[in-house]
């Protein structure tokens, strides 16, 4: 079974900014395409972005687009996700997933059901 950390949370005030990383335990991860999800207390898992395996494609959920931009370093074998212009509605655990393929230019789908593999999660509040 893959794991992975999600670090990088925390609590920020409302306008400010927080990086998040996720990082896999003992594999590498350049061949995962790789989403971002969070979940609010009382709500359903709600997909952020995600990210081919090269990196060079990206999606973004409506919500977020234009506010957090995820991206990835093969070479040091992260995935991020860039939160700006934080809200308290963003208040949620976030937890990263991989997608298993042979495609490396593919970019999944903002459906929790295409991934394979979810880490543990990472809190992150943002007070008004």
């Known amino acids: 079974q893959l794991q992975f950390v999600e670090s990088g949370g925390g609590l920020v005030q409302a306008g400010g900014s927080l990086r998040l990383l996720c990082t896999p335990s003992g594999f590498s991860l350049d061949t995962y395409a790789i989403g971002w999800f969070r979940q609010a207390p009382g709500q359903g898992r709600e997909a952020i972005a995600s990210?081919?395996?090269?990196?060079?494609?990206?999606n973004h959920a409506d919500s977020v687009k234009g506010r957090f931009t995820i991206s990835r370093d093969n070479a040091m074998n992260a995935v991020y996700l860039q939160m700006n212009s934080l809200k308290p509605e963003d208040t949620a655990v976030y937890y990263c997933?991989?997608?298993?393929?042979?495609?490396?230019?593919?970019?999944?789908?903002?459906?929790?059901?295409?991934?394979?593999?979810w880490g543990q999660g990472a809190q992150v509040t943002v007070s008004s």
């Open positions: 997933a991989a997608k298993a393929g042979n495609n490396r230019y593919y970019v999944p789908n903002l459906n929790p059901l295409e991934f394979d593999y």
């Open positions: 990210i081919s395996a090269s990196g060079s494609s990206t």
